[in-house]
């Protein structure tokens, strides 16, 4: 089963308080998941992979076999396609651990950067982290 992995994160005057935002469908755009956490102070970046790595968590947890992580920062999606290299040590952390989850997984894997206004469900659950602090 493909599924399709909306992640958002970011932080409130990076640093500063910090959501991630979840969201799996169906390539049909049939709703599966939905999750937000908040993470304390952090960096917008840090949030950002933090999103990452729990939606593709989720994703293998879920039974995919086929994953399209696509999120609407660029940093992150270029970093996990190995175009760009990943220099900042605790994104390297997170990174690192990303990278085990895929060596891990026996399906396929792409990454899509999108525009922000294609990823409103993912940033609104963010937001959600943020007001709720949960």
């Known amino acids: 089963m493909k599924l399709i992995v909306y992640t958002d994160g ?33 960096t917008n970046n840090v949030a950002e992979y933090e999103g990452a790595r729990l939606g593709i968590e989720r994703a293998i947890e879920l039974g995919a076999s086929e994953i399209e992580l696509r999120a609407d920062s660029k940093l992150v999606i270029e970093q996990l ?37 294609y990823n409103t469900e993912a940033d609104r659950l963010s937001n959600c982290a943020m007001d709720i602090k949960n």
């Open 81 to 117: 396609k190995g175009t760009y290299k990943v220099k900042n040590p605790v994104l390297k952390q997170i990174y690192t651990q990303i990278l085990q989850k895929i060596a891990n997984f026996s399906g396929k894997i792409t990454f899509t950067h999108i525009r922000r206004e």
């Open 10 to 42: 970011w932080s409130r005057w990076n640093p500063g308080p910090s959501g991630l935002g979840v969201f799996i469908c169906t390539p049909e755009g049939k709703a599966i998941e939905k999750r937000y956490k908040y993470l304390g102070v952090t």
